[in-house]
């Protein structure tokens, strides 16, 4: 099949989250599964030189932005045998920062147009238009009202994914027809209407031809008014028209046995792992020994990774137990800050990192032996996956994604890649941590975790199978 991915960040060449991580690896997992797979995102001033520099001019057309004709340059590069498409608009794009401008309802809405507009000129017309987040969710409605009647369109199918239902693109009534060029009988509430606002995300929810999100979990907790923030109704109207996909990771980008980051390359030995540990907790100032339990964070430190469990209860569980902590990332202030002071109180086992950096998120993975996301919400997450992958074993709360990837450990049967729980409550976090640190001091109970964490499948081919049968489906439709 011919499959357009739109979204409005790929790694490698522009990334703020895992969104990014995504629409960088699945189209390789389809690709290798024999579809024509092709991706389309804009041309962002913030994308190396060494990608930048390599991009082929394909031609220019100008996109309808409402009353206005705006110019939008076509720019090609293949990347590990998969097309990519930059738009190039330096007035949208050609600034700081991808997301958070003032007119990001404009910028947004001219991606959308644009991404159908340049269709013709690619010598490429999918079978499926694959959307996702807010930012391209517009795609559906916009092919729908404008370009049905082109002989060109008409087959061409969409499905749309949401990546994290927080974040809607919700812009003021004016964009409807002063951007989009959308008559006001969308809207309505079984439209694009949000509050008196335009969401974009509901654009994709109502008019696409499936909906998916990134995890089964997920998929369901989403449909009741906790999560659903205000479209919990429409997602449980959907019926088989939506489904839960969860996400993978790139296992050849992220491989213990070949990658150049980390310290001492591994497959699934722990005393090649304990290396990585005694070469990590030098390089963080911490004391140097095999047998205290090292804990890790990779994370944006923001209300919804669960920081508040981590505050409430820190101090208390470095004050009595035998453990080291490092927590990598930035986000909100007031966290920072708080990490900062924390780390003055607990010099010999607690490293804060503020910063964000990929070598060493890897060398963390590696050198770590558990990993904590106790998350208030996770639509999939994928740092718990790069963590099993390393073989550094997931303490998650039981949510979205890291419900469907994590298992806590049973050492009666021997089953199980974790350690979990249940409740949004600190102290069941602290005694699931000290669950996790019980088992990591018998080291056959911790031997058979690791190796179960070491066994899993965590790739991307699994969840290509399923989206194949979704694009399947959706492209026998009338």
């Known amino acids: 099949m011919k499959i357009l991915f739109a979204a409005a960040e790929v790694a490698p060449f522009i990334k703020t989250g895992g969104l990014a991580d995504v629409i960088g690896a699945l189209p390789k997992a389809l690709h290798q599964a024999g579809h024509d797979v092709r991706i389309i995102l804009p041309k962002y001033k913030e994308i190396p030189a060494e990608y930048k520099d390599s991009l082929q001019h394909l031609g220019e057309v100008y996109v309808p932005v409402g009353w206005r004709s705006q110019y939008c340059g076509i720019q090609f590069l293949e990347y590990e045998d998969i097309p990519v498409y930059f738009l190039d608009n330096e007035s949208y794009f050609g600034r700081d920062g991808v997301y958070g401008h003032w007119d990001d309802g404009e910028r947004f809405a001219f991606l959308d147009r644009a991404v159908l507009e340049v269709l013709p000129a690619l010598d490429f017309k999918p079978d499926v238009l694959h959307c996702h987040d807010w930012h391209t969710a517009m795609i559906p409605l916009l092919l729908h009202e404008h370009y049905r009647h082109n002989e060109f369109y008409q087959n061409i199918r969409t499905v749309f994914t949401i990546h994290n239902l927080l974040y809607q693109g919700i812009f003021p009534y004016i964009v409807l027809g002063d951007l989009l060029g959308l008559p ?46 205000g479209l919990d109704g429409l997602l449980r109207s959907l019926g088989e028209r939506f489904s839960g996909i969860v996400n993978g990771i790139d296992t050849k980008l992220f491989n213990p046995v070949s990658d150049q980051q980390i310290a001492v390359r591994y497959r699934s030995s722990l005393a090649k792992k304990k290396e990585n540990k005694i070469q990590l907790q030098q390089e963080l100032g911490l004391v140097q020994s095999e047998d205290t339990p090292l804990v890790a964070m990779v994370t944006r430190l923001v209300e919804p990774k669960g920081l508040d469990l981590v505050t409430r209860i820190l101090d208390e569980w470095l004050h009595f137990d035998d453990v080291q902590f490092v927590i990598l990332g930035t986000g909100d202030r007031a966290y920072e800050d708080w990490f900062r002071e924390a780390a003055y109180r607990h010099p010999e086992k607690l490293s804060v990192q503020i910063k964000f950096n990929d070598g060493l998120s890897r060398r963390i993975y590696a050198g770590s032996d558990l990993f904590l996301m106790p998350s208030q919400f996770e639509p999939c997450g994928i740092s718990q996956l790069l963590a099993l992958r390393y073989g550094s074993i997931p303490v998650v709360r039981e949510t979205g994604g890291l419900n469907d990837t994590v298992h806590s450990y049973n050492e009666f049967s021997g089953e199980g890649n974790g350690f979990t ?58």
């Open 184 to 229: 006001d009988h969308y809207f309505t509430v079984g439209g694009v209407e949000y509050n008196g606002n335009v969401s974009f995300m509901k654009a994709g929810l109502v008019f696409a031809d499936h909906v998916t999100t990134v995890s089964p979990t997920y998929a369901e907790e989403i449909k009741n008014s906790h999560y659903g923030y």
């Open 421 to 478: 729980f249940r409740n949004y409550n600190a102290h069941d976090l602290l005694h699931t941590l000290r669950r996790g640190i019980s088992f990591y001091r018998d080291q056959e109970q911790w031997k058979k975790i690791v190796s179960n964490a070491f066994a899993g499948d965590y790739s991307w081919d699994v969840s290509a199978g399923k989206y194949t049968e979704i694009y399947e489906q959706v492209s026998r439709q009338e």
